[in-house]
């Protein structure tokens, strides 16, 4: 009886991997076509063949070997992926509009004292030092 239940298991077991493998394969070659919708399908079932094949398998391959693991994630993929990847939706906050390209040209031309502005006077670095009701202070 001892080598029937060996039997049984190991077929189990290698039928379920291929079953498994064989899905996991076909997923990727789905995902991999799918995210390549604008070009020739005979274009892009040849990337999948130089590019991806090899990838799939191997993944597919230890994918079936690892079913016991692999069958939960791929039913609760969707789950998993909502819950651990889910982000909370944006706040609609009011930001203040970017300044255009213009405003910020001509503020980088006015700092610079470049173009027809004239440059700004800053504290302590005025030209021509002036008294308080801007006349102009004697010896300068």
Known sequence: MVPWLFLVTFTTYGVVA????????????AGFVASRRGGPIEWV?????????????????VSGLCWVVAI???VLRRVVAGLVLDRPAPRCTATPAAPTVADRIEELERALGMGAFPPDPRPGASPEPRGTNGERTEGG
């Open 18 to 29: 291929g079953l498994t493998a064989r899905t996991v394969f076909a997923r990727s070659r």
């Open 45 to 61: 079932e040849e990337r999948f063949e130089k590019q991806e094949r090899a990838q799939a398998e191997a993944v597919a391959l």
């Open 72 to 74: 939960p994630a791929l």
